[in-house]
Structure formats: C-alpha cells, structure tokens
C-alpha cells in the first residue's frame, strides 16, 4: 500500500465559511518507508487570513503574493494523492478543506480518489484514553524530537506525524526488523561459535502478575476484542512465596 502522510495550513478554522489552504505537504511512503517522494506547495488563498490562524502557522498574506492560487496547483495534489492511503492528524479537518477546494475546481473528492483515510487522532484516542493526544503531546510520549517546531507548518508536522505513525503501528515483528546487524567484515554468522549459558527462570510474582492482566486487558481495548496473547498463554502459576 502507497501512503500519503498529509497535512494542511489554512486561513481560519471552516471551509464553510469560505477558508482556504495556505500550505499542502504530503511524505510518500511504501511499506514503512520514506520514498523520498514529497510534495509541499504554498498557496494563494484569494482571501484574507484570521489572526488567530496566522498566530499558529506564521504564514502571511504577503508571504504568499506571488504563490499559486489552487486551481493551478489542484490537478498536481490530486495526481500526487491518486489511489494512496492518507495518514492524517485529525483527518476530518483537512479532508474537509481538501474537499472544498476540489469541489471549486471540479476534481473528485478524497473519498473518491483515495483507497482510504487513516485517522492518527482517532487511533491514539484509542490506545490512550483519557490522554492529551494532539501532535505535540505524542512526540513527547514517544521521545520524539520537535525542537525545530516552533510554529505550526505542514511539511515539519508531516515528518513528525510519520514518527509518530510508526511508533503507534510498530509491531514485535517490525522492532526485530528494524535492527541493523553488524558482526563485522561480513562474518558468516553460522561460522561463528557462542557458549550456551544455563537458562535462569524467573518466575513472577503476584504483584507482576497482576500488572501483566492490566496490560492485557488495556490491548484488548486497544484492538476492541481479544488480543493475540490471551489465546496464546496458559494460565500462570503463583508459587507460594518461601
């Protein structure tokens, strides 16, 4: 699956209302990998911008004189989104606005041009109930830098957003293959002698066992049925403390 990491700047907060998108960025990405392909665009919105919105992005009116307005830079953002899987931080609201804007110039709509939307918002709503999820709050949680963030922008916060997605999507699967193993001079692993050490087993306690329970349950909410492990294990057995 193609996907599209996406993000949009705009003059105000409702596109009924008549607001426009100032900025598109989009990060292409194939199978948990960045292509290197983008696409990042400014753009006259033929309207003023709000204060309050101009105070998040720091884009100006003067800013984008001489940028294109959309109808000349539609068509490009329709090619470029073609058939993709969004990835979007609050996908309602820059669906929306996308759609505004194809509708002026006669270009389909987003459910219509694209295979699907994923919604990041929804998904760490999802894993972390009860938690501050904007963009900011999850960098933080997963340790990711966003020191360059200073104002709001499309393009920073698609680089950001796609951290985030695959620290929300990263499975055991993807975490082992994800490690680069490096022996050295291309040293054939077979060839190379390890000692066997003797398996020490811990076995856990009650109070383990009980923070074990809680994080099961806590992926049984997340993927909204029974999670994996449960049908795997066999019921622990508490040994009496000496």
């Known amino acids: ?26 990060l292409e990405m194939v199978n948990r990998k960045l292509t290197g392909r983008s696409l990042h665009l400014y753009i006259h919105p033929e309207r003023d911008i709000d204060p309050d919105a101009e105070r998040v992005h720091g884009i100006s009116l003067d800013f984008l004189a001489d940028k294109p307005r959309f109808a000349a830079v539609g068509p ?8 993709a899987e969004l990835i979007i931080h609050n ?29 990041t918002l929804v998904m760490a709503r999802d894993q972390f109930p009860g938690k501050r999820n904007s963009l900011d709050a999850l960098c ?15 393009l920073i ?27 050295g001079g291309g040293a054939d ?16 306690n009650a109070e383990e066992l009980a923070a074990h329970a809680t994080y099961l349950d806590d992926l049984d909410k997340a993927v909204k049925g029974t999670c994996l492990w449960r049908s795997l294990e066999s019921p622990p057995v508490v040994e009496p403390q000496a």
């Open 1 to 26: 699956m193609r996907q599209i990491i996406l993000d949009t700047e705009t003059t105000g907060l409702e596109p009924s209302q008549g607001h426009r998108i100032i900025e598109f960025a989009g």
């Open 157 to 183: 916060d698609c680089e950001l957003l796609g951290e985030v997605y695959l620290w929300m999507t990263r499975g055991q699967n993807s975490l082992v293959m994800d490690i680069d193993l490096d022996v």
């Open 140 to 154: 933080d949680r997963f340790e990711i830098d966003r020191s360059n963030r200073t104002l709001h922008g499309a």
């Open 189 to 204: 692993l077979g060839a190379l002698e390890f000692e066997r050490k003797p398996i020490k087993i811990l076995r856990p």
């Open 91 to 119: 996908a309602p609201f820059d669906v929306g606005f996308l759609n505004a804007e194809f509708d002026r110039i006669g270009i389909e709509r987003v459910s219509t041009l694209c295979a699907s939307v994923i919604d």
């Open 76 to 83: 490009e953002i329709a090619d470029f989104l073609r058939d």
